[in-house]
């Protein structure tokens, strides 16, 4: 069985070095991603890999056997685009939740877009709340 590593190593690069890579408007958007992250956790921001921010934390395991320890909120943002990290398989969970969204890019465990001003922030908050009971579950 593999060792337990984590996914999103922890470092020491202060938070708002990160934040600062999103311009103009959309670096207003990062820092209410960030009090809305830190809200519905209730734990204080991580940098990890060097780009992500990361609250808190919980143990995953595959059935393969693969495991590790990541972040259970986390959210990228840069000068494009901001990445919430949410539940594996969250458009097909909660697809409910993103047809009232607004416009946005969904992958397997990302959701994806361009400007904060254009979507739903109670949608967002409540795909938070999702993916941390999801992960709490255990």
Known sequence: MASTRPAMLPGD????DVLDRATGARRGEA????ALHRDVSGAEPVVGAGRIIGFGQYEYRYDS???GIAPELAFATGPSR???YLATGFADLWPDLLAGL????ATRACLHLTRL???DRDVIRTL???TLAERRKG
């Open 13 to 16: 690069q202060p938070v708002v």
């Open 31 to 34: 820092d209410e991603l960030l």
């Open 65 to 67: 056997g693969h495991g």
């Open 82 to 84: 901001h990445t919430i």
């Open 102 to 105: 607004g416009p946005h890019r």
């Open 117 to 119: 001003a254009a979507v």
């Open 128 to 130: 938070l709340e999702h």
